[in-house]
């Protein structure tokens, strides 16, 4: 019978489909019903209904989490309840299983075990809550005992008494755990293996009075009761605040809530024949086409991914379990051929018959997604299109992360080896904890986590930190699936180092390391490296030129690079830039003491003619820069920003006296002059204040010495045989008056530089639009640019009305209570300043048919906004040069739709 009152009543008013059975040669879901069933029920489905073997059970959809929650945010029901009618079906559901299995929940003739898994549409790897053997009891333990031994019996109860009554009660784990620990001292043992049936069967006992002292009750034994709150539980671990964390970090947003995944228990503690494991079809740090996994004889699931017990390499199964491993081989091929996709299994062999509990497709590094694509599609599994669609954009921010420069140069100081569960380098100063790492992180410290073993509760310190490193776990724990998901560096299952977490310290044979000392990983060997050592960018692989040539047939958004330098240029074509465009000009004035120099004797220039000796000062400088950039973009368009920012920027910092007394060195003016000019350039607000164009209205010399730089050094350019096709960018326009009155200027001078040089070179003059009122007024403003830039940066903060410099003080609070789903200056706002960015398009393109369009801000290089410029119609995006490759990705994504 159900629990009093713990289904709060009769039928739905709307009775849809809410519990979907699977087993046996039947299925009522299938893998395309992720939504509802999330990841792990619809492939538990899709597995049964091409005839493997997956133990039977049922999924409770995630809709039905969803009226879960709003039951419980609307208060009307009894804590706890489960929306009505929803009992009603998993107790249906419930009897095709004991059909199917010929045995019973609670039958201690006939034990019926069970296991309760979360599962998302969107696979969040320990997230989210788990419970085994559910259903044991002292009647039903002893029937099992009799159906199999009395120790498995009892080892299977004492598990789920700590499981249950951490999960489902919030009892924690540490109190179970001091007992076993207690319990194997007392006897002298090391592993939970040599404990025998006495000892499990006291371990038990004390197990039950943890649940008295703890929660002033006994341990619930109806097994109804067990799974009702075992479901609930896994409702209510949607909104832990370890799986919250990992939606924000992951930008996870728009699912309905967890499913619930509720199947017979199959044990692979059973004895030597025995066993459990979890394996990937392919290697996901490299992609080599190789069953890539780990075993344990004698051994739960939890035992493996939980980093209890360090497992085998899944080959030792092919000599102790040879049937099964063959049978499992076979399995791996079906689904990859089945699924098009590098798979991640989880399977238990009970008495040498395999069991498939889990697939799914298979996190990666960026190495091996890169790999596996090209891989798949010289295997004919699919085509080049679908290998785009494979490869996350992250996966190609991975590839351009640092390594160490020489591996060989730091032998000598490598202070331990663990298992290499992620690849790349890393460098950081140590922490023992996840909130000290988000902390040091904040402050722009680069940190390495090290722990023992991982949990789901240090998500925000493992994304936080450069690297981690733990001294207990396999190539499948938690520490080493979540870091490869995110392509960070991680260095698992390191047996030789200590943690002492109450002392924060870790001790590596004679070695004491404190909190803030210098470590360095390598996660594509394993190294433990005593010190900060030297990174330097990583090589590209041929693997990755052959899909990049993929992706640049498909996306139909151009993709430029926001480049300062002529090395930054180069960089951005060499990852597949298609011109710059952004070059920012205030960032050369800062290269040298004589630049910057010149640039403050040009602010404190109190009138035309001092001030024009400054620029004069400058200009070869300029012109410099600009043929350095014409010649590294040869034969693709340059878009050069005329100064933007405000002018205080280029004072030197400290109080007020250092800088009189600094500027003092620089110009030839009084110290009270230097002062009353600094007095005249103060703003209440510089960001809205004396910038952008307004400079240049203001000083049209400063706007006439960047035109003839730029004019100049592409006259210069092109004599010596480079093709260069120069773009002049007004900023921070907000009228049509401000840009005619730049683009006056910027013409004489173009037609005074062409004269002088008897010749022409074609060039463009356009706006950034970064003002919302240029937005709206577009049409007007198209008359005279020929092309839009959006800086995108300003035109977030003037649309929110936050400022980017102080953002920070409420920012977090807003993330954490959902006010925002994403940082607006990280991931670009496009149902309200899309909609400046689709009104300015199409109305400067009703006023100009041939208008070119494209974003210069750092949402260029972020794949979502990515995929909105494109469908916005949109002709290119400019990023920073190491996100070139991510925004190509990423257009060619929305091509495909």
Same mark, same amino acid.
């Given at each position: ?282 290697? /996901? %740090?490299?992609?080599?086409? +190789?069953?890539? *996994?780990?075993? @344990?004889?004698?051994?739960? =699931?939890?035992? $493996? ?101 020489? /591996? %060989?140069?730091?032998?000598? +100081?490598?202070? *331990?080896?663990? @298992?290499?569960?992620?690849? =790349?380098?890393? $460098? ?470």
């Amino acid at each position: 019978m159900a629990p009093p009152a713990a289904h709060g009543g009769g039928a739905t008013p709307e009775m849809t489909q809410r519990v979907f059975h699977f087993g046996k040669g039947r299925s009522d879901g299938n893998k395309t019903m992720k939504e509802l069933l999330g990841g792990k029920g619809a492939n538990l489905a899709e597995m049964a209904r091409i005839g493997l073997s997956v133990p039977p059970g049922f999924t409770v959809s995630t809709e039905a989490c969803q009226q879960y929650q709003q039951q419980q945010q609307a208060g009307g029901a009894a804590g706890g309840a489960m929306p009505p009618g929803l009992w009603d079906e998993v107790l249906a559901a419930l009897r095709c299983v004991e059909r199917d299995m010929g045995a019973a929940l609670g039958d201690p003739a006939r034990p019926l075990l069970l296991s309760v898994r979360s599962g998302a549409a969107v696979s969040m790897p320990g997230m989210m809550d788990t419970v085994l053997n559910l259903g044991l009891n002292d009647d039903v333990v002893d029937g099992l005992a009799g159906r199999s031994s009395r120790r498995f019996a009892y080892d299977s109860y004492r598990r789920f008494l700590d499981m249950f009554g951490n999960v489902v009660l919030g009892i924690p784990h540490s109190l179970f755990e001091e007992k076993l620990e207690a319990m194997k001292v007392s006897k002298g043992l090391q592993n939970d293996t040599e404990l025998d049936v006495k000892d499990l069967e006291e371990l038990v006992a004390q197990y039950k009075n943890v649940y008295i002292a703890a929660k002033g009750e006994k341990f619930p034994s109806d097994p109804k009761k067990q799974l009702l709150l075992a479901i609930l539980a896994v409702f209510d671990s949607w909104d832990s605040a370890r799986a919250k964390k990992y939606r924000s970090i992951n930008q996870i947003t728009g699912l309905k809530g967890t499913a619930v995944n509720v199947q017979c228990m199959v044990f692979g503690n059973m004895g030597n024949t025995s066993g459990t494991g979890v394996l990937f079809t392919r290697n /996901p %740090s490299t992609g080599e086409k +190789k069953l890539y *996994g780990e075993f @344990l004889i004698n051994a739960q =699931g939890e035992d $493996v991914v939980a980093g209890i017990r360090t497992p085998q390499e899944l080959d030792a199964m092919k000599e102790c379990m040879p049937e099964p491993y063959a049978e499992l081989v076979k399995n791996c091929e079906i689904l990859e051929t089945h699924y098009k996709e590098m798979m991640d299994i989880e399977f238990t062999v009970q008495e040498n018959r395999l069991w498939m509990l889990q697939c799914r497709t298979g996190k990666r590094t960026g190495k091996g997604a890169i790999k596996i694509a090209v891989d798949m599609v010289n295997e004919g599994l699919i085509d080049p299109r679908s290998a785009i669609k494979m490869v996350e954009p992250r996966h190609l921010n991975q590839l351009l992360h640092p390594q160490f420069e020489d /591996p %060989s140069s730091y032998q000598d +100081k490598v202070i *331990g080896t663990g @298992l290499p569960a992620s690849p =790349g380098a890393a $460098v950081g100063q140590i922490v023992f904890t996840a909130a000290d790492a988000e902390t040091w992180h904040s402050q722009g410290i680069s940190v390495i986590l090290v722990r023992t073993e991982t949990s789901p509760e240090d998500v925000g310190g493992m994304h936080a930190a450069a690297g981690i490193l733990t001294a207990r776990g396999g190539m499948t724990s938690h520490a080493a699936v979540v870091a490869r998901g995110w392509g960070k560096c991680c260095v698992a299952g390191c047996s030789s180092i200590h943690v002492n977490d109450a002392e924060k310290v870790v001790v590596v044979g004679d070695r004491v390391l404190c909190e803030g000392d210098w470590l360095s990983l390598n996660g594509s060997t394993g190294e433990v490296i005593l010190g900060k050592l030297p990174l330097t960018p990583p090589s590209l692989s041929a693997d990755l030129e052959i899909f990049m040539s993929w992706v640049d047939e498909v996306k139909q958004l151009k993709v430029m690079v926001n480049a300062d330098t002529p090395a930054d240029a180069l960089i951005g074509r060499k990852n597949g830039a298609q011109g710059i465009g952004l070059c920012r000009t205030e960032h050369m004035f800062f290269s040298s003491d004589e630049r910057i120099k010149a640039m403050r004797q040009m602010i404190m220039a109190d009138t035309t003619e001092k001030r024009q000796e400054a620029l004069e000062l400058l200009l070869p400088y300029q012109r410099l820069d600009f043929e350095g950039m014409f010649r590294a973009m040869d034969g693709l368009p340059v878009t050069i920003r005329l100064l933007d920012p405000p002018l205080h920027e280029f004072l030197p910092e400290g109080n007020i006296e250092d800088i009189v007394h600094k500027l003092s060195f620089h110009t030839t003016s009084t110290q009270e002059e230097i002062l009353a000019r600094i007095e005249k350039l103060s703003e209440v607000n510089p960001m809205l204040g004396f910038r952008g164009c307004r400079l240049g209205i203001s000083y049209p010399e400063l706007t006439a010495m960047q035109a003839r730089a730029i004019f100049e050094a592409a006259i210069a350019m092109n004599e010596q045989g480079f093709q260069v096709f120069p773009e002049v960018m007004v900023p921070l326009v907000g009228t049509p008056q401000e840009l005619g009155q730049q683009v006056s200027v910027i013409r004489q001078v173009a037609d005074t530089v062409f004269a002088r040089a008897e010749t022409t070179i074609s060039y463009k003059i356009g706006s950034m639009i970064e003002v919302p009122r240029a937005a709206l007024i577009a049409d007007e403003i198209a008359e005279l640019a020929e092309f839009f830039s959006f800086g995108t940066n300003d035109l977030t903060q003037m649309t929110f009305g936050y400022s980017r410099d102080d953002v920070s003080k409420f920012l977090p609070t807003y993330l954490s209570e959902g006010i925002l789903q994403h940082d607006p200056f990280e991931v670009f706002d496009q149902k309200g300043v899309g909609e400046l960015v689709k009104i300015a398009t199409e109305r400067g393109r009703r006023a100009r048919p041939d208008l070119e369009v494209g974003v210069c801000g750092e949402h260029g290089g972020e794949a979502s906004s990515v995929a909105f410029f494109a469908k916005a119609g949109l002709d290119y995006v400019s990023c920073s040069p190491f996100r070139v490759p991510i925004a190509r990705l990423a257009a060619a994504q929305a091509a495909l739709g």
